[in-house]
T-cell receptor, first 114, second 113 residues
Framework: GAGVSQSPSNKVTEKGKDVELRCDPI?????LYWYRQRLGQGLEFLIY????????KSGLPSDRFSAERTGESVSTLTIQRTQQEDSAVYLC????????????FGPGTRLLVL | KNQVEQSPQSLIILEGKNCTLQ??????????LRWYKQDTGRGPVSLTI?????NTKSNGRYTATLDADTKQSSLHITASQLSDSASYIC????????????FGAGTRLAVHP
């Protein structure tokens, strides 16, 4: 595809449910990032994947959050037992190499936990 | 603690006017600084990227400056247009083994006719 795509674009769930968010990076991009953006706030780094290396999970806020990536393709971010404070826009970005300067962002998934 | 602070938090200007957004950072060591534009409901889009050796960089009506000594950057928008209404985010990358970015909270710009 021409850019980074994410699905679903919007997700409403009930507190305590699990949700899975998907990111399709630009083909050929080896690095993939997940960020969270709460309303009116800046982006928070969550997790970083680079090729087949072990991911950098240092930004994950709790053990309810996990992410996987198959090779250099699609990634999924899973939030278990969702809480209301998980409500945010979850953004995915990819770069061609880890040293690449420009991160290309997807449109985000807007998550609302009731 | 590595931080990126932006000012003002929000700004309203009239179409055709110029404006300047500020970014101060404490990230060290420093690799590069980026400015992103984020339209409502969209992902951020890169405007400029500057390394410590660059003082100014332009992208159309957008001009970014960087003072690595004082750890300050500015984004100047010339002859604003209604389509410039967006959030402008300053992002700093520390040097290291990978490209981990620290984001500012952004400045929300509204351009009115």
């Amino acid at each position: 595809g021409a850019g980074v795509s994410q699905s679903p674009s919007n997700k409403v769930t009930e507190k305590g449910k699990d949700v899975e968010l998907r990111c399709d990076p630009i083909s050929g991009h080896t690095a993939l990032y997940w960020y969270r953006q709460r309303l009116g706030q800046g982006l928070e780094f969550l997790i970083y994947f680079q090729g087949n290396s072990a991911p950098d999970k240092s930004g994950l806020p709790s053990d309810r959050f996990s992410a996987e990536r198959t090779g250099e393709s699609v990634s999924t971010l899973t939030i278990q037992r969702t809480q209301q404070e998980d409500s945010a826009v979850y953004l995915c970005a990819s770069t061609q190499w880890w040293t690449a300067e420009t991160q290309y962002f997807g449109p985000g998934t807007r998550l609302l936990v009731l | 603690k590595n931080q990126v602070e932006q000012s003002p938090q929000s700004l309203i200007i009239l179409e055709g006017k110029n404006c300047t957004l500020q970014c101060n950072y404490t990230v060290s060591p420093f690799s590069n600084l980026r400015w992103y534009k984020q339209d409502t409901g969209r992902g951020p889009v890169s405007l400029t990227i500057m390394t410590f050796s660059e003082n100014t960089k332009s992208n159309g009506r957008y001009t970014a400056t960087l003072d690595a000594d004082t750890k300050q950057s500015s984004l100047h928008i010339t002859a604003s247009q209604l389509s410039d209404s967006a959030s402008y985010i300053c992002v700093v990358s520390g040097s290291g083994g990978y490209n981990k970015l620290i984001f500012g909270a952004g400045t929300r710009l509204a351009v009115h006719p």
